[in-house]
């Protein structure tokens, strides 16, 4: 199986809608940063996800060797997002969920892979994991206040036999 390294985003954003619990079936085991753990405890508040995570005998918090490299993410990327793809860089070959943006094209342009809530939900589908995905993707947007385009949404639903 893939090692696969978590982003902040993608735990918080699932717990928030209650499938946080579809990670584990469908990666095993997932990696995550200091910097990740730090972000779901930012403040001394508890965000959606840390408490699954700390209940997650399957997540393992993991600090990244190579801090050169996260010095250098860290000109154009959050601490996050630069521990996240430093620590996949030293588990290849990784899988990261991730959903930002510049964090997923600095992925890509070091050639690894990369998938967001959406994609996770859609193989949470296909895997029989959940029934109707649009009814999730509604809760993203409304209880998670995810940013999904309509057209992003209607293709998931569409890909799902969900026209």
Same mark, same amino acid.
């Given at each position: 199986m893939t090692v +696969?390294? $978590?982003? @902040? $985003?993608?735990?918080?954003?699932?717990a928030a809608i209650g499938q946080f619990d579809r990670l584990q079936p469908l990666f095993g085991e997932l990696l995550i940063a200091e910097a990740v753990w730090e972000e779901l405890n930012a403040g001394g508040k508890f965000w959606p996800g840390r408490n699954e995570g700390v209940g =997650?005998?399957?997540?393992?918090?993991?600090?990244? =060797?190579?801090?050169? %490299?996260? @010095? +250098? %993410? %860290?000109e154009h990327l959050d601490r996050g997002e630069a521990e996240t793809i430093a620590l996949a860089m030293e588990h290849q070959p990784p899988l990261?969920?991730?959903? *930002?943006? *510049? !964090?997923?094209?600095? +992925?890509q342009r070091f050639g690894l892979k990369t998938v967001g809530v959406v994609g996770i939900l859609l193989e949470a589908? $296909? /895997? !029989?994991?959940?029934? /109707?995905? !649009?009814?999730v993707l509604d809760r993203l947007r409304r209880d998670a206040g995810f940013f999904l385009s309509d057209r992003v949404g209607q293709a998931a639903c569409e890909f799902c036999g969900e026209a």
């Open positions: +696969a390294i $978590s982003h @902040t $985003s993608p735990l918080t954003h699932l =997650a005998h399957w997540i393992t918090r993991q600090t990244v =060797a190579n801090r050169p %490299l996260v @010095t +250098a %993410l %860290l990261i969920l991730m959903d *930002e943006k *510049e !964090g997923r094209h600095t +992925a589908h $296909s /895997r !029989g994991l959940i029934v /109707r995905v !649009g009814p």
